[in-house]
Structures are given as C-alpha cells and as structure tokens.
C-alpha cells in the first residue's frame, strides 16, 4: 500500500501535485465522488489497518484515524519531496527496494 502510494505520486505527477500543492481545498465543498477519489489513499490506509486488527496482526487498541495519519503524513511528505526531486528514493523508479524498506519500517510500529 504504501509503495503504491509513493508510484502513485511518481507516475502521475500532475494529478499528484494537483490535488496537494494547490491552495487549501476545503473537502467538505467537495463533490461525493472528487472527495472519495482525493480521500482515497487515507480509506486505503484505514481498511488496511482494520482489517489487521482482527487477526491480530497490529497491536491491539489503536486508534484507526491517528493510525492513518501518522502513516499517510510521512508518505505524503516523502512523495512531496520526491517529486520535487529533493529525495530519489521515491522519485527514482529504480529505488523500489527502498521503497518497500521505507514502508516496512513505518508500519513496523504498529505491529504485534
């Protein structure tokens, strides 16, 4: 998931760039559908987390909603920068190994 994040960013980087550097959006003027679409990858996040609790893969009694943002933040701020071409590891294509050892390292701590 969080891979897919940082390629999402990288392989479209106009959208990338338009749905985050623009001005402050205001999500509750959006649109149904432009709001699940922009809110996606912190649904994502969410499901995921959720779905591990139950066979206890994460620890138990975490807080879903801080869970997405303390990892959705870092990968945001990684594609950000990524795209500005101030870090490779997630602007370079060929960095996909380090991409997968920055994501584990990030839900490493939630983890049992």
């Not at 891979?3 to 003027?29: E, H, K, S, T």
């Not at 779905?51 to 138990?60: K, Q, V």
């Not at 303390?70 to 870090?87: D, F, I, K, N, T």
């Amino acid at each position: 998931m969080a891979v897919a994040y940082l390629d999402f960013a990288q392989q479209n980087r106009w959208l990338y760039a338009l749905m985050f550097d623009g001005a402050i959006v205001d999500w509750r003027a959006a649109l149904g559908r432009e709001r699940t679409i922009a809110l996606g990858p912190m649904h994502t996040t969410r499901t995921v987390f959720a779905d591990g609790l139950a066979p206890g893969s994460f620890r138990s009694g975490l807080d879903l909603d801080t869970v997405v943002l303390e990892v959705w933040a870092p990968l945001h701020g990684c594609a950000s920068l990524g795209l500005r071409g101030w870090l490779s590891i997630c602007h370079d294509g060929e960095h996909h190994e380090c991409k997968l050892v920055f994501a584990n390292h990030l839900v490493a701590a939630y983890r049992v």
